[in-house]
């Protein structure tokens, strides 16, 4: 419905008695369902005005889920390599399309900016301009921090080489310069 009505954060929904309305259920499953998602952190009541979206990006849930998702070290282990595949794919990609303008525009934020590996990352998943692995990635590492794993903070040989390489054109150098990083960030 969200998406149907092109809602966004700070958007207000409809009123309980629509809701009822269009989902063809009870008052009481509504409200006990928007109590849910209030609690999740979804949405917000205010007095007098409504109940509003909000930025689902600032709220508890992959922590909560995470709980429940990583119980066991098998599930971690999954979180780190699938989300580490779909880096490793984006560079690929990003050879593909082979676009020197935006590879220059990389070198230059690197070399003019503090940043974590985060924030790298979501650059590159940016550059590899596939909305479903930019999707899925976003997902994956809000689970990857939801771990505490130690956050690497700016290497600039690293991330350089990474953007060296790509800018060279040849794989097996990005290949060779990620899994440099990432032993790093293992270690």
């Given at each position: 419905m969200i998406e149907q009505d092109g809602l966004t954060p700070g958007d207000k929904i409809p009123s309980e008695r629509e809701l009822c309305e269009r989902l063809n259920v009870g008052r009481s499953s509504v409200r006990e369902a928007l109590r849910a998602l209030e609690l999740l952190g979804l949405i917000e009541t205010r007095r007098g005005e409504g109940t509003f979206i909000r930025d689902f990006r600032s709220n508890q849930l992959v922590q909560l889920l995470g709980t429940f998702v990583l119980q066991d070290t098998k599930a971690k282990q999954d979180v780190i390599e699938t989300k580490y595949l779909i880096e490793l794919d984006c560079l690929r990609l990003i050879l593909r399309r082979n676009n020197e303008k935006q590879l220059e525009e990389l070198k230059d934020w690197i070399e003019s900016c503090e940043f974590t590996d985060?924030?790298?990352?979501?650059?590159?998943?940016?550059?590899?301009?596939?909305?479903?692995?930019?999707?899925?990635?976003?997902?994956?590492?809000?689970?990857?921090?939801?771990?505490?794993l130690p956050k690497m903070e700016r290497k600039d040989p690293f991330y350089s080489s990474i953007v060296q390489a790509l800018r060279?054109?040849?794989?097996?150098d990005v290949l060779r310069a990620y899994y440099s990083l990432r032993k790093l960030s293992n270690d």
């Open positions: 985060d924030q790298f990352f979501i650059k590159i998943v940016e550059l590899a301009d596939n909305h479903l692995f930019y999707r899925i990635w976003s997902i994956l590492n809000d689970y990857y921090d939801a771990l505490k060279g054109g040849n794989e097996a």
